[in-house]
């Protein structure tokens, strides 16, 4: 079992900054992937950043160049600070593991794993 805490959402004006941060907790063997995807609403979810566990990093087109994801694996945590926030970044914001577990008496695998979510406003 793995458990999602997300944190630092909220209002902001357009141009500012703003950073999220979600922490993993339970039984695991490790985590892989990290990720943060955004769902506003009307609109399906999607990827706003991702980062591997040796710090390989992917971002949304539409938050390139105003987005960094990081992490810590001592910590096993995973942020996204937001600059440059637009009126269009308003969405919950979800983070998004990988984890390696086992369930029961099976044998360990890659679990995806969610929190439920951040509300981020941009508004003026």
């Known amino acids: 079992q793995v458990q999602l805490v997300e944190s630092g959402g909220g209002l902001v004006q357009p141009g500012g900054s703003l950073r999220l941060s979600c922490a993993a907790s339970?039984?695991?063997?490790?985590?892989?992937?990290m990720g943060w995807y955004r769902q506003a609403p009307g609109k399906q979810r999607e990827l706003v950043a991702a980062?591997?566990?040796?710090?390989?990093?992917k971002y949304g087109d539409s938050v390139q160049g105003r987005f960094t994801i990081s992490r810590d694996n001592a910590r096993n945590t995973v942020d996204l600070q937001m600059s440059d926030l637009k009126p269009e970044d308003t969405a919950v914001y979800y983070c998004?593991?990988?984890?390696?577990?086992?369930?029961?008496?099976?044998?360990?695998?890659?679990?995806?794993?969610w929190g439920q979510g951040t509300q981020v406003t941009v508004s003026s």
């Open positions: 339970g039984r695991f063997f490790s985590i892989n992937d």
């Open positions: 980062i591997t566990r040796s710090g390989s990093t």
């Open positions: 998004n593991v990988d984890s390696t577990v086992r369930r029961g008496v099976g044998i360990p695998r890659g679990y995806d794993y």
